[in-house]
């Protein structure tokens, strides 16, 4: 395939923390680099960026490497709602904006769906798997060509800029005894329980 010139040291990065190039990545990319620009900063080194996605899909691994953004730091919240929405928050200058993919920016190629599903039952021909990966090419391209504006909505954020990550002491957990942060604890019983314990009946 030809080296596109949006094939730079920051989409290597995030195809390399991802594992493989796909369209659901490039998303996440463009997104990220629209929040990053919008809010006035690079990556971040601890809390000072912080990050909400509503989905669990292939662009929020590119939110990460981009941002610096982790569930570790607790400047990555994750919400599932199952949307390509991005919030992006600036702690030291107050800037924020939430990034909606538009309703048919990506247009749907049956075609490729149609190979992806044949390619993860083993089904595919060396033609197809060809054809596949042309047709993922161009689904990347369309993304990582198409500007900003035209791929998303920018809106100001839905939700108050989160705080801080809090740092615990752990308890154990009345039931499985496993140490566990207070903040994430159920009270049943007068016993305090962790949340798997409490989901599991135990």
């Excluded at 659901?24 to 809010?39: D, P, Q, T």
């Excluded at 990034?99 to 749907?108: D, E, N, Q, V």
Aim: contains cysteine; charged residues 30%.
């Amino acid at each position: 395939m030809p080296n596109a010139a949006w094939r730079n040291e920051d989409w290597t990065r995030c195809v390399a923390f991802h594992g493989h190039e796909c369209p659901g990545l490039a998303i996440g990319f463009m997104a990220a680099k629209a929040g990053l620009a919008w809010i006035e900063s690079t990556r971040a080194e601890d809390e000072e960026v912080v990050t909400i996605v509503e989905n669990d899909a292939c662009g929020v691994d590119a939110v990460q490497v981009l941002t610096g953004c982790t569930f570790g730091k607790g400047n990555l919240i994750h919400k599932d709602y199952g949307k390509q929405v991005f919030t992006f928050f600036n702690r030291d200058t107050g800037r924020a904006a939430r990034f909606s993919l538009k309703s048919g920016a990506t247009p749907l190629d049956p075609r490729y769906r149609e190979l992806m599903m044949k390619s993860r039952e083993g089904a595919v021909s060396a033609e197809e798997r060809d054809e596949l990966a042309q047709r993922r090419e161009n689904a990347m391209r369309t993304i990582l060509e198409t500007p900003t504006e035209a791929l998303f909505t920018k809106t100001d954020p839905r939700v108050e800029l989160p705080d801080m990550a809090r740092v615990q002491r752990s308890e154990p957990c009345a039931v499985c005894g496993e140490p566990t942060m207070p903040l994430k604890m159920i009270e049943r019983d007068g016993k305090r329980l962790c949340r798997g314990c409490e989901e599991s009946g135990r």
